[in-house]
Nanobody, 116 residues
Framework: EVQLVESGGGLVQPGESLRLSCAASGFTFSNVFMNWFRQAPGKGPEWVSGINSGGGYTSYRDSVKGRFTISRDNAKNTLYLLMNNLKPEDTAVYYC?????????RGQGTQVTVSS
């Protein structure tokens, strides 16, 4: 059974940083392309970033380019999202999701609130 557990969210002021983690189990993490999504109150899910199985390819939505960095540690079965220079519009529940037909899954999410 695919399990994904996010952590690291919180309340921060604009300009501050957070690092989110996603602990994976129940599948071969090192074989799977992984994504971060977010969902703000009253809005639909929004793709944020993706990383391939080996970590050599990453992609980002335009609004977070240069501020967010996705990474992974396959030895620890963990996905990360480092978020710098956070803005109020980054406020959302962030969750990780597999990009795999064999091992579909998403976590419950972690709340990120950016407010002064």
């Amino acid at each position: 059974e695919v399990q994904l557990v996010e952590s690291g969210g919180g309340l921060v002021q604009p300009g501050e940083s957070l690092r989110l983690s996603c602990a994976a189990s129940g599948f071969t993490f090192s074989n799977v392309f992984m994504n971060w999504f977010r969902q703000a109150p009253g809005k639909g899910p929004e793709w944020v970033s993706g990383i391939n199985s080996g970590g050599g390819y990453t992609s980002y939505r335009d609004s977070v380019k240069g501020r967010f960095t996705i990474s992974r540690d396959n030895a620890k079965n963990t996905l990360y999202l480092l978020m710098n220079n956070l803005k109020p519009e980054d406020t959302a529940v962030y969750y990780c999701q597999t990009n795999s037909n064999r091992w579909p899954g998403r976590g419950q999410g972690t709340q990120v609130t950016v407010s002064s």
